[in-house]
């Protein structure tokens, strides 16, 4: 018997950068969660958000702001080039959301109107913005202030994300290390299975949006493949569920978007918080983040 694959095989990219913006596919999601639950208090903030996100991208996009990437991982260089281009995102996003805010109800977002400000003036402060892009690169996110890290982080995310449409990587290239994105080092949202891959599991980045090739059916934490198993709430009607291994007790959430047109896995993950919930309570922890959940 030969051992040798004919036929049909394709070669495996490893590294998968996203090639433009994602923020209007996430505000599709976005709208599409607020038809189903027209009450959320949560959704249409979380819109202003994303669309201010869009602005601070395309502000980079139209300065076409540059970046120093290296052969190997991680591929972005956490330099003086990518600190700049986080205080400008985070003065551009900072605005853009203050506009959002301001042309209607802004008696409902008085609080987040007043951090919004605070902000926009704390991060003109060069060593400041320093201190929480350093915070932010290390994930030591309780060292930012609560109220702006939501704020901060999403400044980060666009400033990833659109460093990495710039990134060209190797069809070859062969990964390192397979827990965290290749590009900047951050962990993954969740897993992700799309029609394009060819039904291989992608890792996603809570931050660039790049996806990594993982193996089906191995922990992403202890590599173990022996006790992985699903679990899903079928109530909740959702593409996502969580691969939860009960060698390391961690999970990850996974998104498997074959079926689906219109899933993200960011918005997918706080609409499945009663997936959480269950296994944070029975001692699961999860390597996964979230940062419009933070
Ligand atoms: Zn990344
Ligand atoms: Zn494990």
Redo the contacts with the bound molecule.
């Keep these: 018997m030969s051992m040798i694959p004919t036929g049909g095989i394709k070669e495996i990219i490893r590294v998968l950068p996203p090639k433009d913006s994602y923020y209007p596919f996430r505000l599709q999601a976005l709208q599409k969660a607020l038809d189903n639950d027209p009450n959320s208090p949560v959704i249409p903030f979380l819109m202003k958000v994303v669309h201010a996100q869009e602005s601070a991208f395309q502000a980079l996009k139209s300065e076409k702001a540059t970046f120093n990437f290296q052969e190997k991982e991680p591929f972005f260089v956490m330099d003086e080039a990518m600190l700049q281009c986080f205080q400008q995102t985070a003065i551009t996003f900072c605005e853009a959301l203050k506009a959002r805010i301001e042309t209607k109800n802004s008696s409902d977002y008085s609080e987040i109107l007043k951090a919004v400000n605070a902000l926009s003036t704390a991060i003109i402060d060069k060593e400041k913005t320093k201190q929480y892009f350093e915070n932010i690169i290390t994930l030591d996110l309780e060292a930012i202030p609560a109220h702006q890290r939501l704020f901060l982080l999403a400044s980060m995310q666009v400033t990833l994300h659109f460093a990495a449409t710039n990134l060209k990587v190797d069809e070859q290239y062969l990964l390192e290390a397979h827990d965290l994105c290749p590009c900047c080092k951050m962990p993954a949202i969740s897993s992700v299975l799309d029609n394009s891959d060819g039904g291989l599991r992608y890792l996603y980045c809570s931050f660039c949006e790049t996806k990594w090739h993982v193996v089906r059916s191995t922990?992403t934490?202890?590599t173990?493949n022996k006790s992985l198993f699903q679990t899903t709430m079928e109530a909740l009607d959702s593409p996502m569920s969580a691969e939860v291994?009960g060698?390391?007790n961690?999970y990850l959430k996974f998104l498997d978007r074959t079926k689906t047109l219109i899933a993200d896995p960011f918005i997918e993950d706080l609409l499945t918080l009663t997936i959480t919930i269950k296994l944070t309570d029975k001692d699961f922890h999860t390597f996964g983040l979230n940062p419009y959940f933070v």
């Design positions: 922990c934490e202890c173990s291994c060698e390391c961690t």
